[in-house]
């Protein structure tokens, strides 16, 4: 790759290998030695998911029973719409959270187990049980009420937590709410118990947000974000601002923005981005406002799922929508024709196309891909 031989400079050929999907990318390392290393080579891995993290894709669950296990694909802004499976797991499963490139998954048939995996490289690790056995100490469905999943592209080190309610049974209060936290590092549960009163609908419960130390969850109030800090595992809240939560007929969806959480504000005409710029002083920014005027007929059914300063991904009953800020066009970028699956926002969860392992230390290149 020297540039002397008129061949591309070596920072050039990395630049364009960082924007390839991961699948074609393992391809290509039967080229050379070079590009064989390449994919376990500590600047290009950093690199390829720095170029990643700005461009979240939507991964979605194609249900069409939960006796059946769900087809899966990622729609991508550049790349279109490709199909991928979890097969590689084992078990027939539900995508609960996801984070960088990560997915937390739950096993349907056998409740307490979970997996942490990248789709991507088809790396996973198994989770051990956690201690809070049985899990129908669980209130009300026999899960946890939130799970969310905390990857960090730095230090290759993530977090699991699971936290609901207990079953009001003997003389326990109803609001005694238990928080499990595994960590990557330990391969360890941590438990905590605090008092909480809080409710969720299930878009709260899908869009958790990872921020700046955080895991935030969006209330069925929509008066403020419940956020748990994973360093100190205390809860905190941070209020939504009067002009965000008035009005008849809002609604509010909580995402991330380059880092930052964000809430937006869908009316009937009308799309508001916010975005939380000082987390101290707990102080919001309008950072953008849409007009719906152009699909005013499926208003009532949007969600947005994934988002950046240039576009914006949203979900509704059968198709997955983006729009782009600049030039303030729609586009559709995928249609389900069959008509007796789920809505698709009930199951679009935000991506990143990324190659980091799920065991520190593994090299991601010797995994089999899709």
Known sequence: MDSGNGV??????????????????FRFKSVCKVWYRLVSDKYFVQLYNNVSVD????????L???????SYICVDRMRG???????FLKDRVKVKASCNGLLCCASIPDKGIYYVCNPMT??????????????????????????????????????????????????RP?????????????????????????????????????ANGLLHWLTYSCLYILALDLNSLEWRKIPLPNKMVDGVGHRLHLLELEGSVSVIQISDAWMTMWVLEDLEGEKWREADRVSLKCIRGMVPSVFPISQNSE?????????ILVYHRRSRVWKEMYFVKDISSYPLWFSAHAFRGTIVPCHPGVDCSKESLI
């Open 311 to 319: 576009f914006i991904f949203l979900a509704t009953q059968r198709q």
């Open 174 to 210: 109803l609001d005694s709410f238990i928080c499990l936290v595994y960590d990557s590092d330990s391969n360890a549960w941590t438990r905590s118990l605090s008092s909480q009163t809080e409710e969720f609908t299930h878009m709260n419960r899908n869009q958790v947000v990872y």
């Open 122 to 171: 088809r790396d996973y690790r198994l989770l051990p049980r956690t201690r809070e056995r049985p899990m129908t100490r669980f209130h009300p469905d026999n899960e946890a009420t939130l799970v969310g999943l905390a990857y960090d592209l730095c230090n290759q080190k993530f977090k699991v937590v699971l936290a609901g309610f207990y079953r009001p049974f003997g003389r």
């Open 55 to 62: 461009n979240p894709m939507v991964l979605v669950e194609l």
């Open 81 to 87: 719409v490709s199909e991928f499976s979890l097969d």
């Open 64 to 70: 069409r029973s939960f006796n059946v296990q769900p």
């Open 8 to 25: 591309f400079p070596e920072e050039v050929v990395l630049q364009i290998l960082a924007r390839l999907p991961v699948k074609p990318l």
